[in-house]
């Protein structure tokens, strides 16, 4: 039994922070930002839309992309360091509101790995038969531990949410191999201490190897060469660290999914947010091998090579 993504949707605020209004708040430049990030602007939620929120709308649209009804769906997971508050679970808060009423539910911390952990979660239940559905939800609203006079952080980050159904697909489709890893050593690098607090020169070393092999990793692990690789979704961290990533597998530029310019850093919500405008941009087709690869806080890193198609 193959498990895949059968149902995708996302949600991003409507308010875009461009780099025009950072250059007013603090002292950095629009072309500084996209020469060193490859950002242009960021969604920020409002006071009334905390993460809660925008995971319900992500889910929503991806339960009816699956074409289920939320009771069909056996457990919720939701990838998110920025809850709506310590407890209950962002997961539970939205299994309620969906009407998901036979649904388990937990949340995940894993940073900007959040949905690849979420994903291979997921897949565990399908292949064993446990659960036929497994709503998948990555979702962060970065805005509210964010130190706006902070110009190494505060450029970087934005609001919003990706979901995917996973369930069981046809034969030779959906998730062929996987990595996840941790390095607890790192974890002083990127964290949280009331605000993000992030060593930019450390994290960036780490991204651009990790990224780069897990990718390579998960490739190898699925039987298939770099040409064999159709398209790449990196976590949308900074262009330069994507890059880095689609030179590692010789990839050509239009082969690599690039959303950072508009939404910018959404972390545990970017691979599915980025999937999802590339599935409405005709990039992506039925039984096109691609790599989702991404890192985070922790330090955590993950990558998934999957055959797309139901």
Known sequence: ???????????????????????????????????????????????????????YFAAK?????AGLQPEDIDLILVATVTPDR????????????????????MDISAACSGFMYGIITAKQFIETNAYKHVLVV???KLSKIMDWEDRNTAV????????AVVGQVSEGRGILSFELGADGSGGKHLYQDEYIQMNGREVFKFAVRQMGQSAVNVIE???LTKDEVDYLIPHQANIRIMEASRE???????????TIHKYGN?????????????????????????????????????????????
Not at 98 to 104: E, F, P, S, V, Y
Not at 157 to 163: E, M
Not at 248 to 258: A, F, G, N, T, Y
Request: charged share 25%; net charge negative.
């Open 156 to 163: 970087l980050f934005g609001d919003g949410a990706g979901a």
């Open 138 to 140: 990555g979702v962060e």
């Open 1 to 55: 039994m193959s498990a895949g993504l059968i149902g995708v949707g996302k949600f991003v605020p409507p308010y875009k922070l461009t780099n025009e209004e950072l250059e007013n708040r603090m002292d950095t430049s629009d072309e500084w930002i996209r020469t060193m990030t490859g950002i242009e602007e960021r969604r920020i939620a409002d006071d009334e839309t905390d993460t809660s929120a925008m995971a």
């Open 266 to 310: 959404t972390s545990a919500a970017s691979i599915p947010i980025s999937l999802i405008d590339d599935l409405a941009d005709g990039k992506i087709k039925d039984d096109d091998v691609i790599v989702f690869v991404g890192f985070g806080g922790g330090l955590t890193w993950g990558a998934v090579c999957l055959r797309w198609g139901k």
């Open 86 to 105: 310590p407890f209950p679970a962002v997961s539970t808060m939205i299994q309620h509101k969906l009407g998901a009423t036979n649904a388990a539910a």
């Open 248 to 258: 590692r597998l010789e990839l050509p530029i239009e082969k690599m999914s690039k």
């Open 61 to 65: 649209d991806a339960i009816e992309d």
């Open 221 to 223: 692990k699925a039987g």
